[in-house]
């Protein structure tokens, strides 16, 4: 049983309320657990959680269970295999190379409640509208949908229609759900990231076409985020938590988890034991942030 510690200076000085934004990255959402067991041994509890993609779930698990989160995600993670979560052979319709069968037994196995307005905190999945391309904020109603909408990565998974509308994977607009915490209602927001946030220079520009496609998707994700990060630090504290990973695994390597987890822990803990917050900027390692700076956020 992990013991709980006093709330560190800088997480007690953070006005009120604290929306936890809870990021995408596929697998490497584990690294959000240890994130999660470095706040919830300093009593760290949020008042509103906001995820998109991997996520949403994540963050839909922290809502049912504030300040004892972390232990009921770890065995979400650390037992999945990519097979049961992505599975060959169920292809429901030309809508997507997966069918949503894996994802949907791994939410049943996380023992959620059957509606947003029954989880213990309040809650929010981001997806995106695929008529319009206008974030869709998942605040209220079915649960499962709402988490099934926010990960279904286009041409992966499935579309989710819901409430009448074509839903699809909430990174495609809000990677770091940030500003959806900010319409929410927070007066400050931790945020939980999973990955490196943008990709480094290379040596020599891609040729093939899937690698120059990733490339320029992540290019994307990159500027989208710093977008975001620079919009909602100017107006609250935004305080954006290490993993202290420097290897990241393939998106659906579920092998690694328990390394995300622990790398994760440690880092997220010294970073939190030594942080001071002081008005609206962008928190992380080494003090405020310049946007120059945001491709150390995943590490």
Known sequence: MSVTSPEPAGLRDLPRPVAVAVGGGGVLGAAQVGIGYALEQRGFVPDLIVGTSVGALNGAIAAAHPGRAAPWLDRVWTRARRREVFPFGYLPSRAGVFADRGLRHLIASAGLPARIED???PFTAVAMDLATGLPALLDHGDLESALLAS???PGVLPPVVREGRTLVDGGMI???PVLAALRAGAASVVVLTAGPVGPQS???LPRRAGAVAARAGLL???????RDLHEVSRRIPTVVLPTGVDTWPAPWDFRHAQRLIDTARLAAGRFLDGLRVSGPGLYGTGGPLTTSALSEVGR
């Open 151 to 153: 990960a279904a990565i």
């Open 202 to 204: 290379p040596a020599r």
């Open 220 to 226: 994307l994700w990159r500027h989208q985020i710093e």
């Open 119 to 121: 989880l213990a905190a």
């Open 174 to 176: 809000a990677y770091i």
